[in-house]
Protein backbone atom coordinates (compact mmCIF):
# COMPACT_ATOMS: atom_id res chain seq x y z
CA UNK A 1 0.00 0.00 0.00
CA UNK A 2 1.34 3.61 -1.00
CA UNK A 3 1.58 5.00 2.52
CA UNK A 4 2.67 8.35 1.72
CA UNK A 5 -0.47 8.52 -0.51
CA UNK A 6 -1.87 12.24 -0.52
CA UNK A 7 -5.06 12.14 1.35
CA UNK A 8 -7.68 15.06 1.66
CA UNK A 9 -10.30 14.54 3.92
CA UNK A 10 -13.93 15.27 2.80
CA UNK A 11 -15.43 18.37 4.07
CA UNK A 12 -12.69 18.62 6.93
CA UNK A 13 -13.13 22.66 7.60
CA UNK A 14 -17.28 22.19 7.43
CA UNK A 15 -16.89 18.94 10.17
CA UNK A 16 -14.91 20.68 12.14
CA UNK A 17 -16.32 23.55 12.45
CA UNK A 18 -19.42 22.06 13.17
CA UNK A 19 -18.19 19.42 15.56
CA UNK A 20 -17.62 22.66 17.76
CA UNK A 21 -14.97 21.25 20.20
CA UNK A 22 -14.27 22.01 23.30
CA UNK A 23 -11.10 22.14 24.60
CA UNK A 24 -11.63 19.60 27.68
CA UNK A 25 -14.39 17.67 25.61
CA UNK A 26 -14.67 13.65 24.76
CA UNK A 27 -14.70 13.47 20.69
CA UNK A 28 -15.10 10.07 18.94
CA UNK A 29 -13.89 9.44 15.74
CA UNK A 30 -15.89 6.32 14.82
CA UNK A 31 -13.94 6.10 11.22
CA UNK A 32 -10.59 7.31 11.45
CA UNK A 33 -9.21 5.67 8.04
CA UNK A 34 -5.83 7.84 7.64
CA UNK A 35 -6.76 10.24 10.59
CA UNK A 36 -7.23 13.15 8.28
CA UNK A 37 -10.41 14.09 11.14
CA UNK A 38 -8.73 13.35 13.59
CA UNK A 39 -5.45 15.27 13.78
CA UNK A 40 -7.69 18.67 13.33
CA UNK A 41 -9.75 17.40 16.39
CA UNK A 42 -6.87 17.01 18.42
CA UNK A 43 -5.32 20.25 17.35
CA UNK A 44 -8.53 22.06 18.93
CA UNK A 45 -8.16 19.88 22.36
CA UNK A 46 -6.15 20.92 25.49
CA UNK A 47 -4.67 18.32 27.48
CA UNK A 48 -7.60 17.24 29.43
CA UNK A 49 -9.66 16.77 26.51
CA UNK A 50 -10.06 12.84 24.70
CA UNK A 51 -9.59 11.57 21.38
CA UNK A 52 -11.18 8.04 20.59
CA UNK A 53 -10.06 6.62 17.15
CA UNK A 54 -11.80 3.74 16.01
CA UNK A 55 -11.75 1.88 12.55
CA UNK A 56 -12.12 -1.77 11.79
CA UNK A 57 -9.72 -1.24 9.53
CA UNK A 58 -6.41 -2.57 11.57
CA UNK A 59 -4.38 -0.64 8.77
CA UNK A 60 -5.94 2.11 8.68
CA UNK A 61 -5.96 2.23 12.66
CA UNK A 62 -2.35 1.80 12.28
CA UNK A 63 -1.17 4.39 9.80
CA UNK A 64 -3.58 6.92 11.46
CA UNK A 65 -2.11 6.35 15.03
CA UNK A 66 1.57 6.96 13.32
CA UNK A 67 0.54 9.78 11.28
CA UNK A 68 -1.47 11.69 14.53
CA UNK A 69 1.53 10.87 16.72
CA UNK A 70 3.85 13.04 14.52
CA UNK A 71 1.89 16.24 15.24
CA UNK A 72 2.12 17.53 18.31
CA UNK A 73 -0.68 16.36 20.61
CA UNK A 74 -1.66 17.59 24.24
CA UNK A 75 -4.59 15.91 24.52
CA UNK A 76 -5.08 11.88 25.87
CA UNK A 77 -5.87 9.73 22.87
CA UNK A 78 -7.26 6.02 22.78
CA UNK A 79 -7.02 3.97 19.09
CA UNK A 80 -9.57 1.05 18.71
CA UNK A 81 -9.77 -1.63 16.29
CA UNK A 82 -13.65 -2.51 16.22
CA UNK A 83 -16.64 -1.81 14.40
CA UNK A 84 -18.58 1.07 15.16
CA UNK A 85 -21.71 -1.03 15.48
CA UNK A 86 -20.17 -1.88 18.83
CA UNK A 87 -19.95 1.50 20.15
CA UNK A 88 -21.74 0.58 23.59
CA UNK A 89 -19.37 -1.54 24.28
CA UNK A 90 -16.66 0.05 23.25
CA UNK A 91 -17.73 2.87 25.98
CA UNK A 92 -18.73 0.13 28.60
CA UNK A 93 -14.90 -1.48 28.15
CA UNK A 94 -13.58 2.38 28.12
CA UNK A 95 -15.38 3.79 31.15
CA UNK A 96 -16.84 6.55 28.86
CA UNK A 97 -19.94 7.33 30.12
CA UNK A 98 -20.70 10.56 28.06
CA UNK A 99 -19.30 12.54 25.02
CA UNK A 100 -19.22 15.85 23.80
CA UNK A 101 -19.06 14.75 20.18
CA UNK A 102 -18.72 12.45 16.86
CA UNK A 103 -17.63 12.19 13.28
CA UNK A 104 -18.40 9.33 11.09
CA UNK A 105 -17.03 9.65 7.55
CA UNK A 106 -18.82 6.97 6.24
CA UNK A 107 -17.60 4.14 3.42
CA UNK A 108 -14.40 3.23 2.15
CA UNK A 109 -10.94 5.50 2.35
CA UNK A 110 -9.03 6.15 -0.97
CA UNK A 111 -6.26 2.91 0.08
CA UNK A 112 -9.48 1.10 0.22
CA UNK A 113 -9.75 1.59 -3.80
CA UNK A 114 -5.87 1.86 -4.63
CA UNK A 115 -4.61 -1.34 -2.67
CA UNK A 116 -5.05 -4.54 -4.65
CA UNK A 117 -5.09 -7.00 -2.20
CA UNK A 118 -8.50 -5.29 -0.85
CA UNK A 119 -10.03 -6.49 -3.76
CA UNK A 120 -12.31 -3.57 -4.27
CA UNK A 121 -12.27 -1.59 -7.14
CA UNK A 122 -12.89 -2.25 -10.79
CA UNK A 123 -9.97 -0.99 -11.90
CA UNK A 124 -7.39 -3.51 -10.74
CA UNK A 125 -7.80 -7.29 -11.82
CA UNK A 126 -7.35 -8.75 -8.12
CA UNK A 127 -9.08 -11.44 -6.01
CA UNK A 128 -12.71 -10.31 -5.18
CA UNK A 129 -13.00 -9.65 -1.27
CA UNK A 130 -14.06 -6.32 -0.53
CA UNK A 131 -14.13 -6.96 3.67
CA UNK A 132 -12.74 -3.52 5.79
CA UNK A 133 -11.64 -5.87 8.34
CA UNK A 134 -10.18 -9.50 7.97
CA UNK A 135 -12.35 -10.13 11.40
CA UNK A 136 -15.39 -10.09 8.85
CA UNK A 137 -16.29 -13.74 8.05
CA UNK A 138 -17.99 -13.40 4.58
CA UNK A 139 -16.42 -12.22 1.38
CA UNK A 140 -17.30 -11.07 -1.70
CA UNK A 141 -16.76 -14.56 -3.03
CA UNK A 142 -19.49 -15.53 -1.12
CA UNK A 143 -21.87 -13.10 -2.62
CA UNK A 144 -21.72 -15.44 -5.81
CA UNK A 145 -23.38 -18.39 -3.92
CA UNK A 146 -26.47 -16.81 -2.96
CA UNK A 147 -29.68 -17.90 -3.84
CA UNK A 148 -30.60 -15.80 -7.71
CA UNK A 149 -33.03 -13.60 -5.25
CA UNK A 150 -31.00 -12.78 -3.34
CA UNK A 151 -28.16 -11.75 -5.76
CA UNK A 152 -31.18 -9.90 -7.17
CA UNK A 153 -32.45 -7.98 -4.62
CA UNK A 154 -28.83 -7.02 -3.58
CA UNK A 155 -28.15 -5.62 -6.71
CA UNK A 156 -31.28 -3.56 -6.95
CA UNK A 157 -31.47 -2.49 -3.32
CA UNK A 158 -27.53 -1.24 -2.88
CA UNK A 159 -27.02 -0.86 -6.16
CA UNK A 160 -30.26 0.52 -8.13
CA UNK A 161 -28.88 -2.23 -10.74
CA UNK A 162 -31.96 -2.00 -13.65
CA UNK A 163 -31.76 -5.68 -15.13
CA UNK A 164 -30.62 -6.75 -11.70
CA UNK A 165 -32.26 -10.17 -12.05
CA UNK A 166 -30.63 -10.49 -16.07
CA UNK A 167 -26.95 -9.80 -14.05
CA UNK A 168 -27.90 -11.96 -11.09
CA UNK A 169 -28.68 -14.87 -13.83
CA UNK A 170 -25.40 -14.44 -15.19
CA UNK A 171 -23.28 -14.09 -12.38
CA UNK A 172 -24.36 -17.17 -11.19
CA UNK A 173 -24.20 -18.94 -14.60
CA UNK A 174 -20.89 -17.67 -15.54
CA UNK A 175 -19.37 -16.89 -12.14
CA UNK A 176 -20.21 -19.66 -9.73
CA UNK A 177 -17.93 -22.00 -10.69
CA UNK A 178 -14.74 -20.23 -10.42
CA UNK A 179 -15.46 -19.64 -6.94
CA UNK A 180 -13.40 -19.08 -4.80
CA UNK A 181 -11.29 -17.51 -6.82
CA UNK A 182 -13.54 -14.65 -8.74
CA UNK A 183 -11.43 -11.77 -9.37
CA UNK A 184 -12.31 -8.31 -9.64
CA UNK A 185 -12.04 -8.44 -13.39
CA UNK A 186 -14.36 -11.31 -13.54
CA UNK A 187 -17.30 -9.33 -12.62
CA UNK A 188 -16.58 -6.54 -14.78
CA UNK A 189 -16.61 -8.64 -18.05
CA UNK A 190 -19.53 -10.47 -16.66
CA UNK A 191 -21.16 -7.21 -16.31
CA UNK A 192 -20.16 -5.86 -19.75
CA UNK A 193 -21.48 -9.07 -21.47
CA UNK A 194 -25.00 -8.29 -19.72
CA UNK A 195 -25.41 -4.84 -20.58
CA UNK A 196 -25.20 -2.66 -23.28
CA UNK A 197 -22.77 0.61 -22.78
CA UNK A 198 -21.64 -0.01 -19.66
CA UNK A 199 -19.98 2.88 -17.95
CA UNK A 200 -18.12 3.33 -14.72
CA UNK A 201 -21.22 4.42 -12.75
CA UNK A 202 -22.75 1.06 -13.78
CA UNK A 203 -19.95 -1.10 -12.20
CA UNK A 204 -19.35 1.15 -9.42
CA UNK A 205 -22.75 0.52 -8.69
CA UNK A 206 -22.69 -3.37 -8.87
CA UNK A 207 -19.31 -2.88 -6.77
CA UNK A 208 -20.75 -0.76 -4.20
CA UNK A 209 -23.97 -3.13 -3.85
CA UNK A 210 -21.79 -5.79 -3.28
CA UNK A 211 -19.23 -4.57 -1.22
CA UNK A 212 -22.32 -2.73 0.94
CA UNK A 213 -23.35 -6.64 1.19
CA UNK A 214 -20.05 -7.73 2.80
CA UNK A 215 -19.81 -5.01 4.97
CA UNK A 216 -23.46 -5.02 6.25
CA UNK A 217 -22.60 -1.40 6.22
CA UNK A 218 -25.98 0.05 6.57
CA UNK A 219 -27.23 -2.18 9.51
CA UNK A 220 -23.55 -0.88 10.93
CA UNK A 221 -24.65 2.64 10.45
CA UNK A 222 -28.25 2.01 11.85
CA UNK A 223 -27.35 0.26 14.67
CA UNK A 224 -24.32 3.02 15.67
CA UNK A 225 -26.93 5.84 15.74
CA UNK A 226 -29.23 4.13 17.98
CA UNK A 227 -26.89 3.15 20.17
CA UNK A 228 -24.43 6.43 19.96
CA UNK A 229 -27.25 8.44 21.32
CA UNK A 230 -27.92 7.73 24.89
CA UNK A 231 -23.70 8.35 25.32
CA UNK A 232 -24.62 12.14 24.24
CA UNK A 233 -24.16 14.85 26.31
CA UNK A 234 -26.64 17.87 26.39
CA UNK A 235 -25.46 19.84 23.76
CA UNK A 236 -22.99 17.73 21.99
CA UNK A 237 -22.76 17.44 18.30
CA UNK A 238 -22.93 14.70 15.84
CA UNK A 239 -21.10 14.98 12.09
CA UNK A 240 -21.85 12.22 9.98
CA UNK A 241 -20.25 12.18 5.85
CA UNK A 242 -22.53 9.78 3.60
CA UNK A 243 -21.70 8.96 0.41
CA UNK A 244 -25.07 7.61 -0.94
CA UNK A 245 -28.56 7.95 -1.17
CA UNK A 246 -29.23 4.55 0.89
CA UNK A 247 -26.65 6.10 4.35
CA UNK A 248 -28.16 9.42 3.74
CA UNK A 249 -31.83 7.97 4.16
CA UNK A 250 -30.76 6.19 6.81
CA UNK A 251 -29.55 9.71 8.92
CA UNK A 252 -32.28 11.26 7.94
CA UNK A 253 -34.58 9.03 9.43
CA UNK A 254 -32.89 8.74 12.21
CA UNK A 255 -32.78 12.22 13.01
CA UNK A 256 -37.16 12.37 12.03
CA UNK A 257 -37.49 10.25 14.68
CA UNK A 258 -35.36 11.78 17.33
CA UNK A 259 -36.21 15.17 16.08
CA UNK A 260 -37.97 18.11 18.37
CA UNK A 261 -41.91 18.11 16.89
CA UNK A 262 -43.05 22.01 16.57
CA UNK A 263 -47.24 21.67 16.21
CA UNK A 264 -48.95 24.73 15.27
CA UNK A 265 -46.00 26.22 15.59
CA UNK A 266 -45.07 25.44 19.17
CA UNK A 267 -42.39 23.27 20.49
CA UNK A 268 -44.36 19.71 21.66
CA UNK A 269 -42.80 19.11 25.33
CA UNK A 270 -44.97 15.88 25.65
CA UNK A 271 -42.15 14.64 23.53
CA UNK A 272 -38.82 14.23 24.50
CA UNK A 273 -36.57 16.45 22.16
CA UNK A 274 -33.35 14.79 21.39
CA UNK A 275 -32.12 15.72 18.32
CA UNK A 276 -32.00 19.15 16.66
CA UNK A 277 -30.36 19.81 13.06
CA UNK A 278 -27.98 21.89 12.97
CA UNK A 279 -27.87 23.05 9.53
CA UNK A 280 -31.61 23.25 7.52
CA UNK A 281 -29.73 21.67 4.46
CA UNK A 282 -27.11 18.79 4.16
CA UNK A 283 -23.84 20.27 3.49
CA UNK A 284 -22.82 19.20 0.01
CA UNK A 285 -19.19 18.78 -1.30
CA UNK A 286 -17.88 21.46 -3.89
CA UNK A 287 -17.35 20.92 -7.14
CA UNK A 288 -13.79 21.37 -7.01
CA UNK A 289 -13.85 19.33 -3.92
CA UNK A 290 -14.93 16.19 -5.29
CA UNK A 291 -12.82 17.01 -8.57
CA UNK A 292 -9.59 17.39 -6.35
C1 LIG B 1 -13.89 7.58 4.35
S1 LIG B 1 -12.77 6.74 5.37
C2 LIG B 1 -12.44 7.88 6.65
C3 LIG B 1 -11.39 8.90 6.32
C4 LIG B 1 -10.98 9.75 7.49
N1 LIG B 1 -12.05 10.63 7.90
C5 LIG B 1 -9.72 10.54 7.19
O1 LIG B 1 -9.75 11.77 7.31
O2 LIG B 1 -8.72 9.93 6.84
C6 LIG B 1 -13.76 5.57 6.19
C7 LIG B 1 -13.03 4.70 7.18
O3 LIG B 1 -14.01 4.12 8.01
C8 LIG B 1 -13.72 2.77 8.23
N2 LIG B 1 -15.00 2.10 8.48
C9 LIG B 1 -16.01 1.89 7.61
N3 LIG B 1 -17.04 1.29 8.22
C10 LIG B 1 -16.67 1.12 9.52
C11 LIG B 1 -17.31 0.55 10.65
N4 LIG B 1 -18.53 0.02 10.57
N5 LIG B 1 -16.65 0.55 11.83
C12 LIG B 1 -15.39 1.06 11.93
N6 LIG B 1 -14.73 1.59 10.87
C13 LIG B 1 -15.36 1.64 9.69
C14 LIG B 1 -13.01 2.30 6.98
O4 LIG B 1 -12.17 1.21 7.28
C15 LIG B 1 -12.23 3.57 6.59
O5 LIG B 1 -10.94 3.55 7.10
Given at each position: ?N?????????????I?????KK?GV??D??????????????????S???????M??????YS????????V??????????????K????????????G?????G????H???HS???????????????????T?T??D??L???E??????????E???????????I???R?K????T???????VKE????VN????????????????E????????????LP????N???V??????????????????H?I???????D??F???????N????????E??Q?
Amino acid sequence: MNKEKKHVPVLLKESIELLSIKKDGVYVDLTTGLGGHSIEISKRLGDSGLLICIDMDKNNLEYSKNRILQHEVKNKLLFVEDNFKNIKHIFNMLDIEKIDGFIADLGVASVHLDDHSYGLSYRFNSIIDMRLSKKITKTAQDFFLLEREEIETILKDYGEIKGAKKLADMFIVKLRHKYPNITTFDVVNVVKETFKNVNNRVLSMVFQAIRIWVNEELENLRMMLYDILPFMKVNSRGVILSYHSLEDRIVKEFIKEHEIKIINGYKDYNFQPILQRINKKPIIASREEVQN
